[in-house]
């Protein structure tokens, strides 16, 4: 797909899934979003960028870990999703502030924060390692970034998603979204762009759905496949649900699943 297709895809994809994410992923995500805060251990102060913001999840984890004396930039593609990141964070001073940016080409200035971060985005950017190189140009020397993404597909039991997707439209939905949780590619990326004594960790975690129509919500509604998803008919909707619950079947626990994933999470500095 085209780069500036795909990033309009990405766009008004996350602002028709921006009010069912929180549902849909917030427990699913949370052990990837604790190892992250735990490998960057931000500090009381800090200025710190985050991209793919999304609905917030993080952005008020790192809110907190910095205190009132830092300072939060937490940016997203999606204005769906800022909206919603803003009403639920309750921010009553300064410190915090929001805005729609694009994650390759951050209009922010060089050297100014020390620590970036980004949840669960890099998989959706159409190139990483131009999005690599903003965050690095942005930190300032000595300072961190944290990035958690993704494993590789035969990892993630839900990965299906994709290709049943893109069998209904014309081009796919997201066709480089497990390429950086693949072997040691998001390493590799991260040293390309400068990053130096990179951390990575990579595990596994049961993803957990209450029940059928909770599964197809986080699927359809929830996630990056959205807007497709809202463009079909009711047969094929009828035809996707079928393919989608037939792919997951083993992982069927009762009347939920639980479908195995996993998370790559690196950390790396930028030289002083």
């Known amino acids: 797909m085209e780069p500036r297709l795909q990033r309009r895809v990405q766009r008004y994809g996350w602002d028709k899934a921006a009010e069912y994410y929180d549902n849909s992923w917030k427990k699913q995500l949370q052990p990837a979003q604790d190892r992250l805060m735990e490998m960057m251990d931000l500090q009381r102060g800090d200025d710190v960028l985050e991209t793919a913001c999304g609905t917030g999840l993080v952005t008020v984890r790192i809110a907190k870990a910095v205190g009132p004396d830092g300072r939060v930039t937490a940016t997203d593609l999606s204005q769906g999703?800022?909206?919603l990141a803003k009403e639920n964070i309750n921010s009553n001073n300064g410190s915090l502030d929001f805005r729609r940016m694009?994650?390759?080409d951050l209009d922010l200035d060089e050297d100014s924060f020390d620590a970036v971060i980004c949840s669960l985005g890099l998989m959706y950017v159409p190139d990483p390692l131009r999005s690599l190189r903003e965050m690095y140009r942005?930190?300032?020397p000595g300072g961190r970034a944290g990035i958690a993404i993704w494993g590789e597909?035969?990892?993630?039991g839900w990965a299906d998603i994709f290709p049943i997707v893109d069998q209904y439209v014309?081009?796919?939905?997201?066709p480089m979204f497990f390429?950086?949780?693949?072997?040691?590619?998001?390493e590799q990326s991260m040293k390309t762009a400068g990053f130096q004594d990179i951390e990575?960790?990579?595990f596994h975690e049961k993803l957990s759905f209450k029940n059928q129509e909770h599964a197809l919500t986080?699927?359809?509604f929830g996630g990056p496949v959205a807007l497709a998803y809202r463009k079909f008919d009711d047969k094929t909707k009828e035809n996707v649900h079928h393919e989608y619950l037939e792919s997951i079947s083993e992982y069927k626990k009762g009347e939920g699943y639980e479908i195995p994933g996993e998370f790559v999470v690196a950390c790396g500095l930028k030289g002083s």
């Open 138 to 140: 942005v930190l300032k």
């Open 170 to 174: 014309a081009s796919e939905v997201c």
């Open 179 to 186: 390429q950086q949780g693949t072997g040691n590619i998001l």
């Open 102 to 104: 694009d994650a390759e």
């Open 200 to 202: 990575i960790t990579r």
């Open 153 to 156: 597909r035969k990892q993630c």
């Open 218 to 220: 986080a699927a359809f």
């Open 81 to 83: 999703m800022i909206d």
